[in-house]
Each structure stands twice: as C-alpha cells, then as structure tokens.
C-alpha cells in the first residue's frame, strides 16, 4: 500500500508559478514511478508528467507542459514535487499525484495503482 497526499495548490494570475509536493508513505513508496496528472471541469483525466523511482533517472512531460513544468523527487524524504512556471488559464484543473508500484513510468491513468486525493490549481487571465 503507498498513501500519496498532494499540496501547494492554490489561485496564482497568469505567467506565476506554483510548486505541488506529494508526500507518499508506505512500505513500496521509495520504489514505484510517480506521476502527476490533471483533471479540468469536464475533461477526462490527462497525463502531466511522470520519473522513474531512481533520483535522477527517467522523467516525461506531456507536450503542454515542457519547458514550464519540472518533475522531481526526493527519495530521503518520499516527496515528489512538480514545479509549474509561466502558468496558463488552461492549466487549471485539479492536480493529482500517482504511484505505480511496479515502476513503468506510464502516461495512462490505469497503469497507476494509487492517487492522492488531489489538490486544486486556479490559473486567472
């Protein structure tokens, strides 16, 4: 079982930035993949980024965010974190956090076997 609980949302004006941390706990946390994803009011859930368990190892972004969204994890601490710079209004969505305990590093929502409970960014023009 791994726990995942995401912060640092919030309402930030266009071009501003904001960082989401999600803390995991649990027995496997330290070596599954992580993801983030989003959900915008009436759209399905959509694949942010995503880095392998290794510090340093693996990441992929989706094609809207590279460039302005930077993954990155800290195993000592079992925290991810996603960096979101130049933010956009179409950025708004809730943000979730994911784990996949057998490591894949995929950009769909079912190869992940746990979410955090999400946490909200509000980008105004």
């Known amino acids: 079982q791994v726990q995942l609980v995401e912060s640092g949302g919030g309402l930030v004006q266009a071009g501003g930035s904001l960082r989401l941390s999600c803390a995991a706990s649990g027995r496997t946390a330290n070596r599954s993949s992580m993801g983030w994803f989003r959900q915008a009011p009436g759209k399905e859930r959509e694949f942010v980024a995503a880095?392998?368990?290794?510090?340093?190892?693996?990441?992929y972004y989706a094609d809207s965010v590279k460039g302005r969204f930077t993954m990155s994890r800290d195993n000592a601490k079992n925290t991810v974190y996603l960096q979101m710079n130049t933010l956009k209004p179409e950025d708004t969505a809730v943000y979730y956090c994911?784990?996949?305990?057998?490591?894949?590093?995929?950009?769909?929502?079912?190869?992940?076997?746990?979410w955090g409970q999400g946490t909200e960014v509000t980008v105004s023009s």
């Open positions: 994911a784990a996949d305990s057998r490591a894949r590093v995929g950009e769909e929502p079912d190869e992940y076997d746990y």
């Open positions: 880095v392998s368990w290794s510090e340093g190892a693996t990441r």
